[in-house]
C-alpha cells in the first residue's frame, strides 16, 4: 500500500510539473511526509523526477529559452547552494518556512487580486544583475528546501516574462541546476536501493503522464494560465506554512 501511494504521488507531482512548469517538490513532499515516507528517499526520488521530467519539457519549449538569462540563473544558483547548505546548519528552519509561505500567499494573493481588477503591472528587476541574485536565492532555497523553482516563478512573473518564456527558462534552469542537485544528494548517501526500484516503476508511467500533461497545458489559455500560477503560489504557500 505504501509503495503504490508513493507511486500515485510522485505521479501527481509529475503531472502538476509538466502542466504548470514547477511545483512538484512542494506538493509531493507534504503528502510523502503525511504518510510518513522515508525523508532522505522521498528528496532523492522528487529530486530524480524533477530533473527527469525537465528534460523534455526544456526540449519542448526550446525555442522560447532564453540561455542568456539561463546562464545567468544557473551561475547564480551555483554560488547559492553552499549558502543553502549553511542555512540549513545555523538557521532556524521553521522561522525561514514561515516567513517563505507567508510571502508566497501575500504575493500570490496580491497579483491575483490585481489580475481580477484588470491592471497590469510594469516590469520590474530589469537589470541583468537580478538574474544572477534570483538564481542565488533559487541555489539557496533548493539546497536547503527543495524549493528551487518558487524563486524562479515569483522574479519571471515581477519582470513579466510571457508563459512561454516563463515555462522555457524554468524547465532549462531546472535542467542544469537538477543535475547538481541529483549528484550532491548521490553524494550525501540519500540514493537507496528503494529509490531505484520506485524509479522503475515510476519512469515508464511518465510515458502517459507526461503527454496528458502537454495536453492539459495546450488547452488552458495563457491568460488564464497566469491565473492558475499565482492562485498556485498561494496554495504552495499554505502547503509550506503547515509544512514548517
Known amino acids: ?26 506538493v509531493t513532499m507534504p503528502l510523502l511526509a503525511l504518510i510518513s515516507f522515508d525523508l532522505k528517499t522521498s528528496v532523492a526520488l522528487i529530486g530524480a523526477l524533477g530533473l527527469i521530467v525537465a528534460l523534455p ?19 547564480g544558483s551555483l554560488l547559492g547552494v553552499p549558502v543553502g547548505i549553511l542555512v540549513i546548519k545555523y538557521v532556524n528552519r521553521t522561522i525561514v518556512m514561515r516567513f517563505l509561505s507567508l510571502f508566497l500567499m501575500a504575493y500570490g494573493s496580491y497579483c491575483l487580486i490585481k489580475i481580477l481588477r484588470q491592471k497590469i503591472g510594469k516590469p520590474h528587476f530589469q537589470s541583468p544583475f537580478f538574474d544572477y541574485l534570483a538564481g542565488l536565492i533559487s541555489g539557496v532555497m533548493g539546497s536547503a528546501y527543495n524549493s ?23 524547465q532549462a534552469h531546472f535542467l542544469f541546476v ?3 542537485v541529483v549528484a550532491s544528494q548521490a553524494v550525501a548517501g540519500f540514493w537507496q536501493s528503494e529509490v531505484f526500484v520506485l524509479l522503475a516503476v515510476i519512469v515508464p508511467l511518465l510515458l502517459i503522464v507526461i503527454p496528458l500533461g502537454n495536453w492539459l497545458a495546450d ?19 499554505v502547503l509550506l506554512f503547515l509544512k514548517a
Open 57 to 75: 519539457g526544456a526540449v519542448r519549449y526550446r525555442v522560447h529559452i532564453n540561455f542568456a538569462i539561463v546562464r545567468r540563473l544557473v551561475i
Open 219 to 237: 488547452h488552458i489559455d495563457n491568460a488564464l494560465m497566469v491565473k492558475y500560477v499565482y492562485g498556485l503560489l498561494i496554495v504552495f504557500g
Open 1 to 26: 500500500m505504501m509503495f503504490a501511494l508513493v507511486v500515485l504521488i510522485a505521479l501527481f507531482g509529475a503531472l502538476v510539473r509538466t502542466v504548470f512548469g514547477f511545483g512538484e517538490a512542494l
Open 148 to 170: 528551487h523553482g518558487v524563486p524562479i516563478v515569483v522574479y519571471g512573473t515581477l519582470k513579466k516574462w510571457p508563459v512561454m518564456a516563463l515555462r522555457g527558462i524554468l
Open 178 to 180: 537538477g543535475c547538481l
